[in-house]
């Protein structure tokens, strides 16, 4: 029987499922995209596999609370936007397989352990002809992304992931009337350690690696000017994914180690300390940091410490609070040493 929630509705059964409307639409992990769109989803699953597809369009949520930025258009639609303007036009379509089995089966500590893969594709409905009015270097970008991941346990204690994208596109600018091929890439792993116990202890490495630009490629990270060559290769999410707090720069030509711990005090209140060791993979640009081209070629950027506190006294309650220091490489970045301190209340009903 479907039921009519917010502006989707929705049904299932016991090896199906659909919604259609608007609603948060991601991959599985939530690693390739995740966004708000207007479209539908299907999903069917079986005893050892899980199969979704679905499509979305972007154009008619709000732009501030739109997560598609991919190009310089979409960067100044998003900084130039009214109250109640409307986001980037695109449209995407997905389909995702997962597939989960247990290794050791037969041993009294069986694995489970999940493999998924990701079809993605997008495209910029503008027309030409207004992209080309935006500026002399704006550009429609259509791309195409496979991503294969795989996570599991180790042991009773240790849990992994890892995974793989690889993105192809095309990044046409009208005013030049020429085609730029992107190809790009990126790839992340994780161990966790988790006993479980008094205070709920977790420790956490994780490294992340995303393809980027050099200068000569592009003038800045969002690309209002790009260099004579005919590729790119910064790696170009189609959703938003940001790294760190003092800068929550976006991936693409971004690097990092995180070494990470958080703990459980009482049930309500959550603690988490991270270590992100940041480098570009290029000299090139980052977004949100403060580097041009005269700066230098070191690719170590700085080192960030993140604290977060989150406070749950209710389960449709929450206040996070965060406080950080980033220690910048003084050799690329003129202020070493920058802080931020945040805070949100997140409610729903």
Known sequence: VPTLQLLAISGRSSTWSYTAGRFTMSDDQGKLFSALLDGGVFKYSTESSGHSAGFGFTGLAFNRTSRVIMTAVDQRTFDNARSFSLASPRLAAYYELTYNYQSGAETKDPKDQTLSVVLLGEADLRSADAVAADGP???????????????????????????????????????????????????????????????????????????????????????????????????????????????????GNLDYVRLGASMRPVEILSLKLDNYILFRSVDGPVNEMPINASSGSDLYLGDEIVFTADFRPLSDLGLQLNAAVFFANGSIIQDKVQYRLGASLSMSY
């Open 137 to 251: 270097s704006s550009s429609l970008l259509h791309s195409g992304y496979l991503q294969v991941g795989m996570n599991g346990r180790i042991s009773r204690t240790f849990d992994y992931r890892v995974n793989g994208i690889f993105q192809a596109g095309a990044n046409y600018i009208p005013n030049d009337n020429r085609t730029l091929l992107l190809v790009g890439g990126l790839m992340e792993g994780s161990i966790t350690w988790s006993p479980g116990g008094l205070l709920a202890p977790m420790l956490i490495a994780e490294v992340l690696y995303s393809s980027g630009d050099s200068w000569t490629q592009r003038s800045d990270w969002e690309g209002t000017q790009y260099g004579s060559g005919s590729s790119m290769n910064q790696y170009t999410a189609f959703t938003t994914r940001t790294v760190g707090y003092v800068f929550s720069s976006r991936v």
